[in-house]
């Protein structure tokens, strides 16, 4: 690791209780969240760092919108090379874009009114567009209302995704290619980062960088650092200091909560002055500037919004409130205990029973099904011990979901031709690596969970509720643009002659 150096330690040396960390590992478990990878430090010294099987310290993870803090940190280098001003209209430099764009209001944002989220119009979804060019399907952009920019926030994720654009079309190189020039390599950020593609060609800046999550601990602690690295300013401080500061108001509803506490440049604030890099799924770098504190957890926690809050709030409340300014008494029995709880943590399992009277009963059993809104046909339950499958039929034909009771069984997902290098496009023979786990949360219903880990993330659920000769079926996904196919209700009926 080049630049500044990283120093382990245990927690008691920097303040910080291992029983605390132990207590906050149980909260992630008890809320069953699919946690992937944890790094605790102070200063420049990280005294916890964990990685949930299969995940590990060199896997290349998707931090979604976390994308878009590394976004702000490239438009700082820009407006440091003299390469923009921040209050230059966003319109100066995408002329052609805006050539069928009446609005004015959307003429006149600034570069500085995308990265505070305050832009003129409400933006369009662009996944299912079938846009050959989204930095101009952003520009062209109909919707009827707008509002003065830089007024008022809202969340607008491809116009960071244009401001993204931008720093490529400056600097005629992607994004992450001029981050790597300016920063990266100083500070030890993987030469293996990269970013997925849209549709047009440019970065998927606002959604798809991927990286170690040491490499986003590297670019927090240098943000935290206020643009400096191993005494050396690379970034100017002012910047810095804006992007990571209250730049608008986003709580419009008057609720005090984790994210409310307002918006920087592409950064979210939160308690205590803190800020943090946002991603979808909780992908988090949480920076707390008064105790000198980082936090990156990296997770698939897609559709669990209401426990999201219990990530940030536990670790506010167990590590940050309760740090001390002075090292504490090595407390070997509490470091022991925290790293014999840790080593038992691997990926989330679906909860519930491994064994059922009604395993024997639908086992080989195929079920006809009535029309549904996931195209199933047929489908097929066969167990061999605490392995099961998942034998269904729909448009794309046979398929087969290999699944753990109790445990991960690590295998691709059988649809075929979700994104790949660009996003929202057709990749033909490209499937997504999942872990699949099922359990019985009743006596005749079986639950199947899927999760997708790759360089797209997302999770589903397959539920299957059984009586006499006729199966009720219920599937929901959580996921970006993928597993369509994968949601509503269904009814099956039993066949003749249908055990294998």
Known sequence: MSGEFIQYT????????????????????????????????????IFFEHYWEPFHKDFLHRMYSVSKSFVAI??????????????????????????????????????????????????????????????RFYFENDTKYSRPSGTLFEYDS?????????????????????????????????????????????????SAVICRPIDLFLVARFMLN???????????????????????????????????????YLFWMTYQNSFFFNGMGSQYAVCVPEQDLIMVINSDNQGKEAVRKDIIDSFFELIVNQATDVPLPENHEAQYSLMEYAKRLKLLTQPGEKDSTWKEKVHG?????????????????TFEGDKGCFAYTNEQGDKELYF??????????????????????????????????AAWTEESKLQIMVQIIDRYFGNMTITLGFKDGEAGVFMHKNAECFLEEYQGYGMGRMCNETRS
Not at 414 to 428: H, L, R, T
Request: contains cysteine; hydrophobic residues 35%.
């Open 10 to 45: 245990s927690p008691e040396k920097v303040g910080i209780s291992s029983g605390n960390i132990e207590k906050y590992l149980r909260i992630l478990e008890q809320n069953k969240l699919a946690t992937h990878s944890l790094i605790l430090a102070r200063g420049n010294q």
């Open 74 to 135: 490239a438009i700082g280098f820009l407006e440091q090379d003299g390469l923009i001003d921040l209050d230059d209209p966003i319109s100066k430099y995408f002329v052609q874009e805006l050539e069928k764009q009446p609005d004015v209001n959307m003429h006149n944002q600034t570069i500085r009114h995308m990265l505070m989220m305050s832009t003129a119009k409400t933006p369009k979804g662009w996944f299912k567009a079938g846009t050959e060019d989204r930095v």
């Open 158 to 206: 491809p116009g960071s995704f244009v401001l993204g654009a931008l720093v490529e079309r400056l600097t005629e190189m992607p994004f992450m290619e001029y981050l790597r020039e300016k920063l990266f390599r100083e500070i030890g950020v993987s030469e293996e980062a990269y970013c997925l593609k849209c549709p047009g060609g440019h970065s998927w800046g606002d």
């Open 226 to 264: 206020g643009g400096r690295w191993n005494g050396k300013q690379l970034l100017n401080e002012e910047f810095v200091k804006a992007a990571t500061t209250k730049q608008i108001d986003n709580n419009y509803l008057g609720i005090h909560d984790w994210n409310t506490q307002g918006y920087g």
């Open 365 to 381: 059993v195929t079920y006809h099904m009535n029309e549904n809104p996931m195209g199933i046909r047929t489908f097929k339950i």
């Open 404 to 437: 753990g009771l109790g445990y991960n069984e690590f295998g691709v997902f059988p649809q075929e031709g979700y994104s790949d290098e660009v996003g929202s496009q057709y990749a033909s023979g490209n499937y997504y690596k999942c872990a699949a786990s």
